[in-house]
């Protein structure tokens, strides 16, 4: 099993900046992928952004391309995500999720990642 654990949200202004980050532990060498996903009531669970473990490929949305950095410390086990230029928009609970299975494309469903952190809360005050 794979346990990860969010941390670094809260409370900003419009305009400001956050990071997050999530810690793996467990059977970390069975991560083929990390995600950052956020979800508000009322709407379905959102892909923020996603990267290989071990490689060179990072994606986002289009809308979020620029605004939002994923990246990763492999020795330490942990995926950050930069989060700048925040919108009220940009509140909801955050995500962080892993992949055990591999995919020769870039997982972005909710329903392909096996395991879940907690989630942590971001709120963005206009």
């Known amino acids: 099993q794979v346990q990860l654990v969010e941390s670094g949200g809260g409370l900003v202004q419009a305009g400001g900046s956050l990071r997050l980050s999530c810690a793996a532990s467990?059977?970390?060498?069975?991560?083929?992928?990390m995600g950052w996903f956020r979800q508000t009531p009322g709407k379905e669970r959102e892909f923020v952004a996603g990267?290989?473990?071990?490689?060179?490929?990072?994606y986002y949305p289009d809308s979020l391309k620029g605004r939002f950095t994923i990246s990763r410390d492999i020795a330490k086990n942990t995926v950050a995500l930069q989060m700048n230029s925040l919108k009220p928009d940009d509140t909801a609970v955050y995500y962080c999720?892993?992949?055990?299975?591999?995919?020769?494309?870039?997982?972005?469903?909710?329903?392909?990642?096996?395991?879940w952190g907690q989630g942590t809360q971001v709120t963005v005050s206009s």
């Open positions: 999720a892993a992949v055990s299975n591999y995919y020769v494309y870039m997982p972005r469903a909710a329903n392909e990642f096996d395991y």
């Open positions: 467990g059977r970390t060498l069975e991560i083929y992928t």
């Open positions: 990267l290989r473990w071990s490689g060179n490929g990072a």
